[in-house]
């Protein structure tokens, strides 16, 4: 064999065995991943971006941004992602790429279009980083049109089955408490009664989070019949052991705004005067505390390995400590149990 043979072969054997490395390493072949948010946004979003997309670079991958969740795909606004493009947003609340709710996506040939934007700008692989409405579709997507996608739980609300903990909850809930102790500074002051309104449009977590470590003296679900018998004896006996002030937090529910119906009640019928706090948005927003960070990273970085090892539907659940794979069908559901245990917690040691 002449040298110029000789080379040429040697050259083969290389790249056959890159090949084969790299079937076995990436046996999705992706070699492009797209990183979007969906439904609302949560403190820690941009650290799961930042994650997803170094680690995507670290492991020789081209990373795209989607803008705007699944309204921005539909429109194509699908940007390329580099190492600066993810700096110095780690402690930034939001998300960089913004977010939307899309209801169109529950059409299946709204999700049709979305895949041949996917194959046309030419990404192989999906993480999308929301809730159990975002995880929906992406399931459909994946299961329709067989795109690799990885599913990381970001929401406040904490509220996904099949997860112990959703990126942004341990921000929000830190967000009202700091607000909730600034209004027990003032209704100590006062001698007064608050009602503070907190988010969960299906869950009772931020509530129960929040009641518990403020000490509030009641929490009140929407969805359960509410003891308004108990509520006045438990702030009677406050005030007959000369305490100065009463907190009653209410999970918002699918309405915002039934704090004003338990002041009325409180008023009209036992003659408890109270003030009104509806936190709101301000939970949503601000710079993540450390524990979403810590867990954001993981999770990005959780991501990319999954799709190089080869998964092509998996959520990055967090379980029993650890950050670990489990089917789309584990998260798709609102979290049922509702901790209620808590309220015994609360009762005890609000005397
Ligand atoms: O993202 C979860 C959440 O903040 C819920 O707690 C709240 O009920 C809902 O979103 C509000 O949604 P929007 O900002 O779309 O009104």
């Not at 290389?14 to 070699?31: G, H, R």
């Not at 109270?274 to 524990?291: D, E, F, N, V, Y």
Request: charged share 25%.
């Amino acid at each position: 064999m002449t040298q110029k043979k000789k080379d040429a072969s040697a050259k083969k054997e290389t790249v056959q065995s890159q090949v084969k490395k790299d079937v076995v390493l990436n046996p999705n072949n992706i070699k492009s991943v797209a990183i979007m948010c969906s439904g609302g946004d949560a403190p820690g979003m941009n650290v799961v971006i930042r994650s997803a997309v170094r680690t995507a670079l670290g492991m020789g991958l081209k990373p795209y941004g989607i803008n705007r969740g699944w309204s921005g795909l539909l429109e194509g606004d699908v940007v390329p992602l580099d190492a600066s493009s993810v700096g110095n947003i780690m402690q930034k609340g939001g998300t960089i790429l913004q977010t939307s709710r899309c209801p169109e996506f529950h059409e299946p040939e709204i999700r049709k279009e979305a895949a041949n934007i996917l194959r046309r700008k030419g990404i192989d692989a999906l993480i999308v980083c929301g809730g159990n409405g975002s995880f929906n579709g992406a399931w459909k997507l994946h299961s329709e049109h067989d795109i690799p996608i990885i599913g990381i739980p970001g929401t406040i609300d904490n509220d996904i089955s099949g997860t112990d903990y959703s990126i942004g909850f341990d921000t929000a809930v830190q967000t009202a408490v700091e607000a909730v102790d600034k209004i027990r500074d003032t209704a100590h002051s006062h001698a007064r009664t608050f009602i503070v309104e907190v988010m969960g449009r299906k869950s009772p977590a931020i509530a129960l989070h929040v009641g518990v470590s403020c000490g509030a003296e009641n929490i009140v679900f929407p969805n359960d019949h509410i003891d308004f018998e108990a509520i006045h004896a438990d702030i009677a006996r406050g005030m007959d052991r000369g305490k100065q002030s009463s907190i009653i937090i209410v999970a918002e529910g699918e309405t915002p705004g039934l704090c004003y119906d338990i002041k009325r009640k409180l008023a009209d019928d036992y003659d408890i005067s109270s003030h009104l706090c509806i936190l709101g948005h301000i939970q949503r927003g601000g710079k993540p505390t450390a524990l979403d960070r810590f867990r954001a990273c993981r999770m990005g970085y959780r991501a990319i390995k999954a799709l190089m090892d080869g998964e092509r539907a998996s959520v990055t659940a967090y379980l029993e400590g650890d950050v670990k794979l489990v089917p789309f069908s584990n998260c798709l559901e609102n979290k049922k149990e509702y901790e209620k245990p808590f309220l015994e917690l609360v009762k005890l040691l609000a005397i």
